[in-house]
C-alpha cells in the first residue's frame, strides 16, 4: 500500500519561509509524477507544483510560480516544496499525492486529475 508523509508545516509570519517534506513508500514504479496541492474552505482543492521522477521535469501552477520550489531526492524517496514570501492567502491544509500512471506530458492540473494516493495533509497558517 502507498503510504505518503507529510511534515514540516506550521505558523509562520508575512513574508516568512517554510519548507514541507513528504516520504512516499510502498511502490515500485519508476515513472510517476508526485507533487503537491492544498486545500481551504475559501479555495477548495488548488494545485500547486509536480515533479516526474523519470526525468525531474516540473510544472507549476500561478499560486506557485515564482515562490515556490519542489525537488525530490529519489534515494530518500523524499519530495520537498520550498515556500517563499508566504501571505495569509497561502493559509491551507497541504497535500502531497502522487500520480502512478502519468501521461506522457503532464500538467499539474493533468497530475490532479490522475492522483492515486495522497497523503494526511500538514497545516500550513500565515499570520499577518
Known amino acids: 500500500q502507498v503510504h505518503l508523509v507529510e511534515s514540516g508545516g506550521g505558523l509562520v509570519q508575512v513574508g516568512g519561509s517554510l519548507r514541507l517534506s513528504c516520504h512516499a513508500s510502498g511502490f515500485t514504479r519508476s515513472d510517476y509524477i508526485i507533487g503537491w496541492f492544498r486545500e481551504s474552505p475559501e479555495k477548495g482543492r488548488e494545485g500547486l507544483a509536480c515533479i516526474r521522477s523519470s526525468d525531474e521535469a516540473t510544472d507549476y501552477t500561478d499560486s506557485a510560480k515564482g515562490r515556490f520550489t519542489i525537488s525530490r531526492d529519489n534515494a530518500l524517496n523524499t519530495v520537498w516544496l520550498q515556500m517563499n514570501n508566504l501571505s495569509p492567502e497561502d493559509t491551507a491544509i497541504y497535500y502531497c499525492?502522487?500520480?502512478?500512471?502519468?501521461?506522457?506530458?503532464?500538467?499539474?492540473?493533468?497530475?490532479?486529475?490522475?492522483?492515486?494516493?495522497w497523503g494526511q495533509g500538514t497545516q500550513v497558517t500565515v499570520s499577518a
Open positions: 499525492a502522487i500520480d502512478l500512471n502519468p501521461r506522457d506530458i503532464a500538467t499539474v492540473n493533468d497530475f490532479i486529475n490522475g492522483i492515486d494516493w
